[in-house]
Nanobody, 122 residues
Framework: QVQLVESGGGLVQAGDSLRLSCAAS????????MAWFRQAPAKDREFVAG????????FYADSVKGRFTISRDNAKNTVYLQMNSLKPEDTAAYYC???????????????WGQGTQVTVSL
């Protein structure tokens, strides 16, 4: 089992930045690829960014490419999502997830955090 706890969400204005964190415990964190997903009300959960277990490979949704950066610190068992130039359409609950390899399909992930809310106002 892997337990994931997100933090760092909040209410910001358009153009601001936020950094989300996801702290992992349980099984060896460095064995897992990690990803961030988000879900807005009445919408499906969508892939935002993913990172390989080594941290060498990263993947982004087109909608966040160039604005968001995913990173991980295996010594701290933590994955981060730096979000810059935030837009109102980025408003959603953000979830981190873990599995053996990065996938954009949420149904493929074994472990999920409880989510942290990000709200971006005009």
């Amino acid at each position: 089992q892997v337990q994931l706890v997100e933090s760092g969400g909040g209410l910001v204005q358009a153009g601001d930045s936020l950094r989300l964190s996801c702290a992992a415990s349980g099984r060896t964190f460095s064995n897992y690829a990690m990803a961030w997903f988000r879900q807005a009300p009445a919408k499906d959960r969508e892939f935002v960014a993913g990172i390989s277990w080594t941290g060498r490979r990263t993947f982004y949704a087109d909608s966040v490419k160039g604005r968001f950066t995913i990173s991980r610190d295996n010594a701290k068992n933590t994955v981060y999502l730096q979000m810059n130039s935030l837009k109102p359409e980025d408003t959603a609950a953000y979830y981190c997830a873990a599995r053996g390899g990065v996938d954009t399909d949420a149904s493929k992930y074994d472990y999920w955090g409880q989510g942290t809310q990000v709200t971006v106002s005009l």
